[in-house]
């Protein structure tokens, strides 16, 4: 029984020092490190409560001075390490409350919040829920509808679709975000990510869409980019019917998601995204990238070693850099950043081992080098990729500033309305 516990103790103490310290590099292993230091890192309470039923059980069935061998000993010092590093973990997690606070405070100003529409404040400072924490993994609310599976593109052997989420209120005229799933413009699902956000904004008045592309190595870069504009289409034409007002309308996405969003946010109206509906427009009022790609030229050589290039190479843009760099640079929102980008609110972990988290520093700074608007950076300690895709402690406090920063930006785009109506009755 001794060695059981020592092994599951030596197990329970390696998770905790590999979310602690993930291997940035070694490929083959940055995988499934990366699994295992995700899952503790935003999950360290419920960590902490198997490590204490193991060891409680140990306790309870051990033969009388069990605990006096090495093997127990060595197991009750792991499990205590562990704790304490669970325990960082979390003091960390928490710490996403004031980064989020601070950078919307840099951007915006320190009185941002007083600028919010009292109907929209009423619902910033909602608390996470007692079954948030209880079942991370399930991520539902009662006041919120899913619509699912909406066509809205007719492609080359597929019909996308998109789900809708939305208030069971039936509100008219709800600001819109459009969410895009990552995966490595390979994999992934629109089921599936961004539904925290999502979840929270949709319960709070808003209309959510959550809409699907085509994925390589079928699909060719710039074919993901065309579908999520094509989504756009879809909001501004059908939004109205359920419940969204589409000429307010931000983007957001995760990972190959974000590099999507940043870059639909910042090829407004190009017609070369657009092939068909040209004429369609296709500006967003703001837009939210998590954990991003930016650059599909590492400039910077944040990238290193890894895999980047060749998969762009391969997969995405099926054309070598060396043979056609323009291509890979008007895929990377770095290379199409604009004085009128609308605000950004770019959110990065400081622990994400698959996307570097310089490569969302430099396009935070270049970016801010020549934008009008607001460009908000929040790096969240200790966060890795991907960490947002259930209800953790982080997930909460990132989207409740994810909330009050698009808050901010609807708010200011109906005073500037209002006033435009205004003028707009006086000169009639």
Same mark, same amino acid.
């Given at each position: ?227 999520? !504009? ?87 843009? !099926? ?110």
């Amino acid at each position: 029984m001794s060695w059981v516990f020592f092994a599951a103790a030596l197990a329970g103490a390696l998770f905790t020092l590999n979310a602690l310290r993930p291997p940035h590099r070694f490929w083959l292993v940055q995988g499934p490190a990366f699994f295992a230091s995700w899952l503790t890192g935003e999950l360290a309470p419920q960590h902490v409560l198997w490590q204490a039923a193991a060891t409680a059980a140990f306790l309870i069935t051990s033969k009388p001075g069990a605990v006096v061998g090495w093997q127990g000993r060595a197991a009750l010092g792991l499990v205590a390490l562990s704790w304490v590093g669970l325990a960082w973990l979390h003091v960390e997690s928490r710490r996403a409350r004031t980064t989020m606070e601070g950078a919307l405070r840099e951007a915006l100003g320190d009185d941002y919040r007083g600028t919010i529409g009292a109907d929209l404040a009423a619902s910033l400072d909602e608390p996470m829920r007692v079954r948030q924490r209880l079942a991370p993994l399930l991520v539902r609310d009662q006041r919120v509808e899913r619509i699912a599976n909406l066509p809205f593109y007719e492609t080359p052997g597929r019909t996308l679709k998109l789900d809708v989420y939305r208030s069971r209120a039936r509100r008219e005229r709800c600001p819109v975000l459009l969410q895009i799933h990552g995966g490595g413009w390979i994999v992934g699902d629109k089921n599936t990510q961004g539904l925290p956000l999502m979840t929270r904004l949709a319960a709070h008045g808003w209309v959510c869409v959550a809409a699907s592309y085509r994925l390589s190595p079928k699909a060719t870069f710039p074919d993901h980019l065309i579908d999520v !504009k094509a989504a756009i289409r879809w909001i501004r034409e059908h939004g109205a019917e359920y419940g969204a007002d589409p000429d307010f309308l931000v983007i957001s996405g995760g990972s190959a998601g974000g590099h999507l969003a940043a870059l639909a946010a910042l090829t407004p109206n190009d017609p070369e995204y657009q092939p068909g509906f040209e004429d369609v427009d296709t500006r967003v009022q703001a837009c939210v990238p998590f954990y991003g790609i930016y650059d599909f030229t590492d400039r910077k050589s944040h990238w290193g070693k890894s895999l980047l290039i060749p998969i762009l190479e391969r997969y995405i843009l !099926k054309r070598r850099i060396s043979e056609d760099r323009a291509a890979f640079e008007r895929a990377s929102p770095m290379s199409r950043v604009r004085k009128d980008a609308p605000p950004f609110l770019v959110i990065h972990g400081s622990r994400d081992t698959l996307v570097p988290v310089d490569d969302a520093r430099t396009f935070v700074e270049l970016l801010r080098a020549v934008s009008s608007e607001p460009v908000a950076y929040a790096e969240l300690p200790g966060a890795q990729h991907a960490f947002e895709v259930f209800s953790s402690e982080r997930t909460a406090h990132a989207v409740s500033g994810v909330e009050r920063f698009l808050d901010w930006v609807y708010s200011r785009w109906r005073r500037q309305r209002e006033k435009a109506a205004e003028a707009s009755a006086e000169a009639s």
